[in-house]
């Protein structure tokens, strides 16, 4: 096995008194697709949302290419820079059209020049089919174009591992084939990925792993074609055909 | 009918306060123009003071506000000027004006700035976090561009009440127009210098109302 590109170890989180992860243990291979299923509330998004500390971990260690994350004197928006997040409601910044909203980190936080930052960001809008939109506003864009736009303004700042927390799911379902597109090419390139989705066929075509989360812990792991064909855990059978329908 | 009119509407006596009127108009501005821009600064200050993760600069900031809006601000700026002399500070009737009103506006200006910040949803902080933005870089590029634009007619309403606000410096005798048409008026027996004032406050202010408005409007829709 290939050295992990992202190591979560012994992750736990508690909001107060309510204990969310419950000890996770995950590595993702540089280049790897792991897929992350599992019923609502099981601590996916905090999990996802812990890996560039959007959430604090209560304890356990977030290793990005061997560094943990959380050390003292880590320089967390430096770190932040190598793991680019995917929201499910876009979160692109209305007031700025399309190209400043991929810039404006380039510009802020790589101190890029402009016209640099804006050459970059075209290049980030290319590879996700929307660079004749970079003058639009993200209102005047569809939804699957703002969650593009979204995954470019990530890939423009060259992260090494990519989080996306169910990128579809917002979305009208003939706007949904885009974005997976974009996520097999971004897959195809080599970016090491932790996607949390329902779109089940993405997982079985794309993902290297699937994980099943429940209460806080993965109940189960295995290659996609294992765990969607013959899920041996009672839980991750119940959650399949409830999916299913 | 014609004695109501000579009282009131009286041009020759209007035409000779005009120059005093005008005066007071330019103080009136100054005064407007140093408490509406300090106000602005200082009001986001209080507002993100009120908004910052350490309670020790939260709850300060949050009673200060709490208390320079609750204090009427005439009574804060007798206080100023006949008060703090007591402690052995005095100040020009200018300075007095300008720290009263610029306490309360502030106050106010901070509210409304609050509001604002806490319309923009969290997933906009999440987003620009984690591209690595800092806090600062955060507020400043992504959320306050968006915060001051959905609280605009709060911010101009505001603006409105501070240039009304302006008449109460006549109590410190500072020459402003109010008090410049009041002077006017003891020295003629006429009224009609403030009725001037009171045309000229509403020639400034009813264009900013009717914008407030139309901002309003604009954004219910
Ligand atoms: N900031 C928070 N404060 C308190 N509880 C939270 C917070 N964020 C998430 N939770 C709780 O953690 C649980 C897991 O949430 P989440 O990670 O979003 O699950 P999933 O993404 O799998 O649906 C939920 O019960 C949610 O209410
Ligand atoms: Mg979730």
Redesign the pocket.
Known sequence: MKRPMLEIAGLFKAFGENAILNGINLKVPTGELVFVIGPSGSG??TMLRCCNRLEEPTSGAILIEGTDICGLGVDINAMRRKVGMVFQSFNLYPHLNVRSNVSLALRKVLKLPRAEADERSMAALDLVGLAQRADFFPSQISGGQQQRVAIARALALEPKVMLF??PTSALDPELVGSVLAVMRDLKASGMTMLV?SHEMGFAREAADRVIFMDGGVIVEEGAPEAVFGAPKHERTQAFLSRVRG | MNQILDQFLNFQVMGAAFPTLMAGLLTTAEICVVVILLGLAGGLGVALGSLHSSRWVRWPSIVLVDFFRAIPPLVLLIFVYSGLPFAGIRLSPFAAVVIAFLLNNSAYYGEVYRAGILSIGKGQFEAARSTGLTRAQTMLYVVLPQAVRNVLPDLLSNTVEVVKLTSLASVVSLGELLYAADMARSVTYNASPVVMAAAVYLVILWPLVRLVSRFERRLSL
């Open positions: 996916k998004s927390d169910e949390v």
